[in-house]
Antibody, heavy 118, light 107 residues
Framework: EVQLVESGGGFVQPGGSLRLSCAASGFTFSSYWMSWVRQAPGKGLEWVANIKYDGGEEYYVDSVKGRFTVSRDNAKNSLFLQLSSLRAEDTAMYYC???????????WGQGTLVTVSS | EIVMTQSPATLSVSPGERATLSCRASQSVSSNLAWYQQKPGQAPRLLMYGASTRATGIPARFSGSGSGTEFTLTISSLQSEDFAIYHCQQYNNWPYTFGQGTKLEIK
């Protein structure tokens, strides 16, 4: 059974940093692209970042470029998102998702909440 | 950036009836379109990919159609567990983008 479990969310002041983690199991993690998607309270979904199965390519939405960094550790079946220079508008539930060969997102974690406020 | 527009924002339908949800792309996304279902307090769940292929375990009452810029998700006979928010997403071009969602509520 595929499982994705996020952690690392919390309350942080504007300008601060957090590191989110996603522990994966039930599939060959090193063979799949992975993604982070966020959802602000009461709002729709926003794709944040993708990372290639070997970590060799990364893609970001413009609003987080230069502030967020996606990475992975295939030996530990783990995905990460380093959040820096956080702003109030980064407040959201952050989900990790497994990407299929067709590039849709077939499994999602339950999310970890990031709140940016002074 | 491709803008995805879903309509209506809210759809009120009675159990047992048919629901039709629309998603429009600001430029062609070919058939690289997915639909997700999200219930309160839960993560999204993949329903449809490639515009018209049901994901594993999705009941046959769900069907998808369209290509290019116009897409439709149809639920043929609504069950109580189908009342949720539905999101469309294009994965044809970076950045991948989602629609704002359609809330399907009980009439």
């Amino acid at each position: 059974e595929v499982q994705l479990v996020e952690s690392g969310g919390g309350f942080v002041q504007p300008g601060g940093s957090l590191r989110l983690s996603c522990a994966a199991s039930g599939f060959t993690f090193s063979s799949y692209w992975m993604s982070w998607v966020r959802q602000a309270p009461g709002k729709g979904l926003e794709w944040v970042a993708n990372i290639k199965y070997d970590g060799g390519e990364e893609y970001y939405v413009d609003s987080v470029k230069g502030r967020f960094t996606v990475s992975r550790d295939n030996a530990k079946n783990s995905l990460f998102l380093q959040l820096s220079s956080l702003r109030a508008e980064d407040t959201a539930m952050y989900y990790c998702a497994k990407i299929t060969w067709d590039q849709d997102f077939d499994y999602w974690g339950q999310g970890t909440l990031v709140t940016v406020s002074s | 950036e491709i803008v995805m527009t879903q309509s209506p924002a809210t759809l009120s339908v009675s159990p047992g009836e048919r629901a039709t949800l629309s998603c429009r792309a600001s430029q062609s996304v070919s058939s690289n379109l997915a639909w997700y279902q999200q219930k309160p307090g839960q993560a999204p769940r993949l329903l449809m990919y490639g515009a018209s292929t049901r994901a594993t375990g999705i009941p046959a009452r769900f069907s998808g159609s369209g290509s290019g810029t116009e897409f439709t998700l149809t639920i043929s006979s609504l069950q109580s567990e189908d009342f949720a928010i539905y999101h469309c997403q294009q994965y044809n071009n970076w950045p991948y983008t989602f629609g704002q969602g359609t809330k399907l509520e009980i009439k």
